[in-house]
């Protein structure tokens, strides 16, 4: 830290991304990307528009919010794109959250949400999950806080069914609920439907996972239009381009192509009950995920030294390194051919110890 960073950040704690190794040896099952490659229809319409990056990209957004409003059924002005999900989080925190309106979240969720409120110094509120680590819903009902509830949750997969969601946003009438869809392709259910019943719902996607498009950094989240003016009042006042033009043209084009996206996340949903089942039959305890990872853990061993063996076999998966989720590793479902080869690593790595 230089002698010049301001004191206000002086207890900031980054978050961590997941390990992105330069070498391709690895089998990568840390960060939750998708085995399979962009839609064609994207790459296309990616590389066509990368002959028009002489010019800034539309900063409303407007094809793509018409594509985005079409696709799921909302009005354009009921949607705001960025640069990926985690940029319409942060601004939800800036947007939504000061001393008078304190975030809170679960115990255990996306890591991001405390750097986020510790950037824009909001005070939080960690609630404890249930020993299984399911949401308790009561835990939240008239909290009158910013809500942050990542469903299905990360890293334990675990998922609220709509009435539980829908009682939460319900249950405070005067607070921003924001509900991080990040997953719910996978075989949640999602909120979107709610944002025309309630004004204070917020419900975050991306297409870093289920469209295979992590790298091309898109995200977008649905609500009321006066939360989407409130959101990009922020957008406008921190970055008007927030979308490069190659990534709007390649995400219209993802969405052209949604029997590609639904017939992938229905692969990835088949290998991990396939998985699921290998694992609890290899002892491991799991949850039952409706995310593109798993969340194990053995009797027999601790999951940093699981981390380790599978690391040294050529397996990188994530491991988190608190208290309550040592035992864990969280495990992205590739292809089927990369599950078989971590679930042979597995039964090597048990076998010694
Ligand atoms: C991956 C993820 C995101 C955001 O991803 P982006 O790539 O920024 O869209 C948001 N929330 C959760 C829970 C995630 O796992």
Known sequence: MSRFFSSKYAGLVPYVPGEQPRSQEFIKLNTNESPFPPSSQALRAAAEAARRLNLYSDPECRALNAKLAEVYHLAPEEILCTNGSDEILNFAFMAFCDADHPAAFPNVTYGFYKVFAALNGVPYEEIPLREDFSVNVNDYVGLNKTIFIANPNAPTGLALPLADVERLVKGNPDSVVVVDEAYVDFGGESALPLVHKYDNLLVTMTFSKSRSMAGARLGFGA???????????????????????????????????????????????????????????????????????????????????????????????????????????????????????????????????
């Open 223 to 353: 609500a009321c239009k006066a939360l989407i003016a409130d959101l990009n009042a922020i957008k406008y006042a921190t970055n008007p381009y927030n979308v490069n033009g190659m990534t709007m043209a390649a995400g219209i084009g993802a969405l052209e192509d949604e029997e590609y996206t639904r017939a992938n996340c229905r692969a990835v949903m088949e290998t991990r009950e396939i998985v699921t089942a290998a694992l609890r039959e290899m002892g491991f305890e799991l949850g039952d995920s409706k995310a593109n990872f798993v969340f194990p853990r053995h009797p027999k061993i601790d999951g940093r030294k699981l981390y380790e063996e599978l690391r040294a076999r050529g397996i990188l998966v994530r491991h988190f390194d608190t208290p309550l989720l040592a035992r864990h590793n969280r495990i992205t479902i590739g292809s089927r051919e990369q599950m078989n080869r971590l679930l042979d690593a597995l039964e090597n790595i048990l076998e010694e110890c």
